[in-house]
């Protein structure tokens, strides 16, 4: 058998000599030190040391033990962690709380969200939000967002307003690069030279473009703009000016039953996707909806609709194709006014090339609706397709000549590399622009809003 000459050290360790303990401890003789730092745990000093121990060894039971007989050992984080690991939750809120760090308090919301508080969670969440570290910030806003699903508090939006025009107006920016020509550059002739042919190409219009430009040129002499993103600024803002009165509203009185769109536009404008995009935001909103079938030109037209009508939860009025459309107005206008319908949203057929009788049409359908409710209909909404840019000028000018249009739609901006477009419509015919198509799904319409629209055409 062998012995083993135990040391001085050892020796004065085991007559429970503190400072000899540590220095068993510091010379990395550890389970030697944790036994007698067991043996003599009693002692604060060294029930400290050992407590700390335990954490390096993640050995939270025994960690735990040591406080349940001083509540005060260690840090207040280090106890919340301790009182966290053995599940005791209501002790580690109570300490992390104490703390109130961001790690600790998002600690607190993580717990208190685990053991089915919610509300608790998101009070707690949305304070450590307003303290969170930058690189922190999104990782507890999806944490929010997650306890406001469970609770129900949200509503599934993915994307926000300004994303989706991002997003739309992303074929526009790559083809004219708006943002991008206002980079670290110079602010010289070359700059406006190149913005103005920029903006033409997103067919802003040549007039708009030239007067906007020579207006930019003025004022950076004015204000003695050195920096190009200075003068990006600048044209942000004089674009939004020049918006201004672009912007309308949606008008649906809440006091009158039922509330008449008609949508009116050529073929292929969007007309239908767009009837059926606001149907699913009003019917979300709790509207009763009913759509009418004013397209008799096709069968596929009237098809088309019903599976909106399914889509967004409204109901159809249709008759068969050829039938005349006013009388499928007159007939849905009936029974919405019977069936105490909140909103119609009226579907027409866009044929361009018989001008005459699309405007004789469209007028009969307006008198129909005149005679049934004579103050509707409270819009009457000009669908134009995005992608054609100016050319849709034209066709505004057709409809205008049929009867008062309320407001504009513009669709397909997704689409579009002329997303410009919008300015020289909204200049030109002075109707408002009240809704935007930036995609083909149920989701993808949005109120018009300049600042976003400006926002998005630029950055
Ligand atoms: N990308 C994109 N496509 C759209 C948008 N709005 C409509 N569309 C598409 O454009 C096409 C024509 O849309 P419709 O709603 O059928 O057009 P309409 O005006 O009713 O046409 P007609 O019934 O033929 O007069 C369809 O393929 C739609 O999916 C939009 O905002 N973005
Ligand atoms: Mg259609």
Redesign the pocket.
């Known amino acids: 058998m062998l012995f083993f000459k135990k040391s001085e050290l050892e020796k004065r360790a085991e007559k429970g000599d503190k400072s000899a303990i540590l220095e068993l401890l510091r010379k990395g003789k550890k389970e030697k030190a944790k036994k007698l730092l067991e043996r003599y745990e009693e002692d604060p000093d060294l029930k400290k040391v050992l407590f700390d121990l335990y954490l390096q060894e993640e050995n939270y039971m025994q960690a735990y033990r040591l406080l349940e007989r001083a509540p005060e050992l260690g840090t207040a984080r280090d106890r919340g962690l301790v009182y966290e690991k053995v599940g005791n939750y209501t002790k580690a809120v109570e300490e992390y709380m104490k703390v109130g760090d961001f790690e600790s308090l998002y600690r607190v919301g993580s717990i208190l969200y685990a053991t089915g508080k919610g509300e608790g969670a998101l009070e707690v969440l949305e304070r450590t939000l307003k303290i969170a570290p930058p690189s922190k910030k999104e990782e507890v806003e999806e944490k929010i967002r997650e306890v406001k699903r469970k609770l129900g508090l949200l509503e599934e939006k993915k994307e926000s307003l300004l994303d989706k025009l991002r997003r739309g107006l992303q074929k526009t920016k790559e083809s004219v690069e708006l943002g991008l020509i206002f980079r670290g550059r110079r602010v010289d002739e070359e700059l406006f030279e190149e913005l103005e042919e920029h903006l033409v190409r997103a067919d802003v219009g040549v007039k708009t473009a030239v007067a906007l430009v020579e207006e930019l040129r003025k004022t950076a002499v004015r204000k003695n703009v050195k920096s190009s993103e200075e003068l990006k600024e600048i044209t942000k803002e004089k674009v939004k000016e020049l918006l201004k009165g672009c912007e309308g509203r949606l008008n649906l009185p809440e006091d009158r039953k039922p509330v008449v769109v008609l949508f009116l536009?050529v073929?292929?404008?969007?007309?239908?996707?767009?009837i059926g995009k606001l149907a699913h935001r009003l019917t979300s909103e709790g509207k009763k909806v009913m759509l009418v079938a004013g397209?008799t030109f096709r069968t596929a037209?009237i098809e088309?609709l019903e599976v909106w009508a399914q889509r967004s939860g409204a109901d159809l009025t249709k008759k068969h194709e050829g039938a005349d459309p006013a009388s499928v107005v007159y007939e849905g206008l009936e029974k919405a006014k019977e069936g105490g319908y909140d909103v119609v949203l009226v579907d027409t057929?866009?044929r361009l090339h018989t001008k005459e009788p699309l405007i004789n049409e469209l007028r009969k359908i307006k008198k129909v609706v005149q005679k049934l409710l004579p103050e509707e209909p409270s819009e009457t909404l000009l669908?134009l397709d995005a992608t054609i840019g100016q050319n849709s000028i034209q066709q505004a000018k057709v409809f205008k000549e049929a009867v008062d249009i309320s407001g504009i739609v513009v669709?397909?901006l997704?689409?579009s590399a002329k997303g410009g477009a919008v300015m020289a419509i909204c200049k030109e015919l002075r109707i408002p622009i009240k809704l935007i198509?930036?995609?083909?799904d149920i989701e993808?319409l949005e109120p018009f809003s300049v600042e976003a629209y400006v926002d998005a055409l630029f950055d």
């Open positions: 536009g073929n292929g404008s969007g007309k239908t996707t767009t397209d037209a088309q057929a866009g669908v669709t397909k997704d689409g198509g930036v995609g083909e993808d």
